[in-house]
T-cell receptor, first 114, second 112 residues
């Protein structure tokens, strides 16, 4: 079955510390991979995406993610977290052709300590 | 800037009183989606349109309907809102060529 797992429901880090949010997926074919961020009461904003090519992708706001096919993972990283990064983060998997739906992970809520 | 717009941002309705939420896009995308998102949960797809072709998710209640009169606009109609329908409703779009979804800011629905 197709699924996306974000093992960490909540993560708390201190401002300035590094961050890694985990995402594992189960998908029959090579998927498109996405990370979205959602601030309270807002819509989803795309941080970065992986379609093909270089497995390390750079996104907005200083985020990056690495696609590891052997581990079926697409973990999100940031070297130094800012207080404004506190939000909900969703990993999503999409089909590469003919299918238009996403499979979302359950989300990771990030709290940043001053 | 090309974007996805949702109106209103906040909607209050009474139990059982029909309500319509609106989504418009300037991206000229073929595919439009409606999601329901409850607190601390991932968005849940209700239905999507590929051009004028309507695709309903199997578990979407009959209480939810949608209309897409043209490429730019899509509406979500809730015929008889219940307390359990209080949620954030997100509209998204994507092109038929690339499955990357662009989300609107959402409409927060309150049911009294």
């Amino acid at each position: 079955a197709q699924s996306v797992t974000q093992p960490d429901i909540h993560i708390t880090v201190s401002e300035g510390a590094s961050l890694e949010l985990r995402c594992n997926y189960s998908y029959g074919a090579t998927p498109y991979l996405f990370w979205y961020v959602q601030s309270p009461g807002q819509g989803l904003q795309l941080l970065l995406k992986y379609f093909s090519g270089d497995t390390l992708v750079q996104g907005i706001k200083g985020f990056e993610a690495e696609f590891k096919r052997s581990q079926s993972s697409f973990n999100l990283r940031k070297p130094s977290v800012h207080w404004s990064d506190a939000a909900e983060y969703f990993c999503a998997v999409g089909g590469t052709s003919g299918t238009y739906k996403y499979i979302f992970g359950t989300g990771t809520r990030l709290k940043v300590l001053a | 800037d090309a974007m996805v717009i949702q109106n209103p941002r906040y909607q209050v309705t009474q139990f059982g009183k029909p309500v319509t939420l609106s989504c418009s896009q300037t991206l000229n995308h073929n595919v439009m989606y409606w999601y329901q998102q409850k607190s601390s949960q991932a968005p849940k797809l209700l239905f999507h349109y590929y051009d004028k072709d309507f695709n309903n998710e199997a578990d979407t209640p009959d209480n939810f309907q949608s209309r897409r009169p043209n490429t730019s606009f899509c509406f979500l109609d809730i015929r008889s809102p219940g307390l359990g329908d209080a949620a954030m409703y997100l509209c998204a779009t994507s092109s038929r060529l690339v499955n990357e979804q662009f989300f609107g800011p959402g409409t927060r629905l309150t049911v009294l």
